[in-house]
């Protein structure tokens, strides 16, 4: 897909990528009990008895966190496992309080699939490569250390203590930072638009470990390290270039990797060792006696395919089987919540381009000004499907249409309103126009002299004066054909 290359002393090198993706599941209650799961509440409020692992306290699946794997797996055409198993994988710290997290370790829920990535914006279907995904495994969290509450203790928080996971294990397939951004940003919007996990990096529900190794072409892969916890997609980036080319630095002084677990410091942009990697035998994996394995039955599944949504690749060529160009499509395709916006503002009787252009375009540049995201858009869909028909039926003028939308902006009133009460109406007496032509073209004779004579770019000079003396409520297309007999005249 790209010819990415770092280029050392030696020669250029290649970089290999995967990535193992944590995302908490939407859900109201934890894996294996019924405890709060909401983010932000107080230190230790949301614990059940089986999530302190109070003895004689046993794990329950929660089935809502099962049937949001099992759509996760659809929404990827992974293979979904009728049956699976939960195992302990069992080490000591001070968050889990079970001494054993559980987890999916042989038998996962969902088997393989694949993500379609493009880095290519303005044709996504140009330059796409499939990243295999390799296994999506349900798990529990751990709880947090808190170690800036007191100078000489540090402290713990349960709350995330057996809130529910998926391990979304991507296959080795991505060769540069480019495409790990990617991958994570398809995968998060596959997610959002699935409803399995809201995608919200910076809260932590969801986080991703950088393995990267790095090899000469052509060779075998090279001994990787694993990064943990990554929290953007930025960052996430950032590792892969980073951690490649000291893993470069370290072959071509005569060192070697070490298999280990690292830590990624944004501030110094760098990557910093913190132990040396388990293999999962170290965990001594075993199956939870406390829990039955899953078996799935054929309308449990029916009901997960039945319930998913249109997918972003999906919707992507719906649009462009409107009219819409690919790039405007993926733009409005990439976050669910855009993609919803669009799609409430085409049923308000929108036409599917100028509505896309203008979404594009005037909202979004609108937002970014405003600092909101589009589900805290101070327009609606329907308010928005309301301008332009303003615009489609000749009543507004682009120009107008921009000043209509800023006063929407702030007051929060419709375009209609806006309209009538500011006498905003374009208008296309050619009387008028033809009017006011005249007098432009009399107060700048020396001009049109010019423009006669050749100078023909003093032509918008002549659109902006005639415009501006109608306080830009003339029409465009009128103006225009007036101009020009004015002109040749």
């Known amino acids: 897909m790209n010819d990415y290359r770092i280029k050392g002393e030696t020669g250029d090198w290649e970089v290999v990528v995967g990535l193992e993706v944590h995302a908490q599941v939407t859900s109201n209650a934890k894996l294996f009990s019924g405890a709060a799961t909401a983010f932000g509440a107080e230190p230790n409020t949301q614990v059940s008895l089986v999530d302190a692992a109070m003895p004689g306290m046993l794990p329950v699946p929660n089935g809502e966190c099962i049937r949001q794997a099992v759509r996760t797996g659809m929404a990827i055409e992974a293979q979904i496992n009728k049956w699976s198993r939960f195992d302990r994988k069992n080490y000591f710290y001070a968050d889990l309080?079970?001494?054993?997290?559980?987890?999916?370790?042989?038998?996962?829920?969902?088997?393989?699939?694949?993500?379609?990535?493009?880095?290519?914006?303005?044709?996504?279907d140009a330059a796409t490569k499939r990243i295999?995904?390799?296994?999506?495994?349900?798990?529990?969290?751990?709880?947090?250390?808190?170690?800036?509450?007191?100078?000489?203790?540090?402290?713990?928080?349960?709350?995330?203590?057996?809130?529910?996971?998926m391990e979304i294990v991507s296959k080795p397939d991505m060769a540069s930072p480019a495409e790990a951004g990617a991958y994570l940003s398809k995968l998060r919007s596959i997610l959002r638009y699935v409803g399995s996990c809201d995608g919200n990096m910076d809260q932590g529900s969801m986080r991703a470990d950088v393995n990267v190794s790095v090899r000469k072409p052509g060779d075998r892969l090279g001994t990787r390290t694993e990064t943990k916890n990554v929290n953007s997609v930025r960052f996430v980036m950032a590792v892969v270039e980073q951690e490649a080319k000291r893993q470069i630095a370290v072959l071509e002084?005569?060192?070697?990797?070490?298999?280990?677990?690292?830590?990624?410091?944004p501030d110094r942009g760098e990557t910093r060792s913190m132990r040396s990697k388990e293999d999962a035998h170290d965990y001594r994996y075993f199956p939870d006696p406390d829990l039955l394995p899953l078996v799935l039955d054929d309308a449990f599944l029916e009901e997960c395919r039945a319930s998913l949504p249109e997918m972003p690749d999906a919707k992507r060529k719906r649009y462009e089987a409107l009219g819409i160009t690919p790039y405007n499509a993926a733009v409005l395709t990439a976050d669910v919540d855009a993609a919803r916006w669009f799609d409430a503002l085409l049923e308000t009787g929108a036409k599917p381009v100028p509505a896309?252009?203008?979404?594009?375009?005037?909202?979004?540049?609108?937002?970014?000004?405003?600092?909101?995201?589009?589900?805290?858009?101070?327009?609606?869909?329907?308010?928005?499907?309301?301008?332009?028909?303003?615009?489609?039926?000749?009543?507004?003028?682009?120009?107008?249409?921009?000043?209509?939308?800023?006063?929407?902006?702030?007051?929060?009133?419709?375009?209609?309103?806006?309209?009538?009460?500011?006498?905003?109406?374009?208008?296309?007496?050619?009387?008028?126009?033809?009017?006011?032509?005249?007098?432009?073209l009399a107060d700048n004779a020396d001009k049109v002299a010019q423009y006669k004579g050749g100078k023909e770019a003093l032509y918008g000079f002549f659109v902006g004066q005639t415009m501006k003396a109608m306080g830009g409520k003339a029409n465009p297309g009128v103006v225009n054909d007036l101009l020009k007999k004015g002109l040749d005249s």
């Open 97 to 124: 309080p079970q001494g054993y997290q559980i987890s999916q370790l042989y038998h996962p829920i969902v088997g393989e699939g694949a993500i379609m990535i493009s880095l290519d914006d303005k044709n996504p």
């Open 253 to 265: 002084a005569g060192g070697r990797i070490v298999q280990e677990t690292r830590l990624y410091d």
């Open 356 to 440: 896309a252009n203008w979404m594009t375009s005037e909202l979004f540049g609108a937002l970014n000004r405003l600092n909101k995201d589009i589900a805290a858009s101070p327009v609606s869909p329907a308010q928005a499907g309301e301008l332009l028909a303003l615009v489609a039926d000749g009543t507004l003028s682009g120009s107008l249409a921009k000043q209509v939308f800023e006063i929407m902006l702030e007051t929060g009133q419709g375009a209609p309103a806006i309209v009538e009460e500011r006498g905003l109406k374009q208008t296309s007496d050619t009387g008028a126009i033809e009017a006011v032509i005249a007098k432009v």
């Open 132 to 165: 295999g995904v390799e296994r999506i495994h349900v798990e529990q969290d751990a709880g947090k250390l808190m170690h800036d509450q007191h100078p000489t203790r540090s402290y713990v928080d349960l709350n995330r203590s057996g809130v529910a996971l």
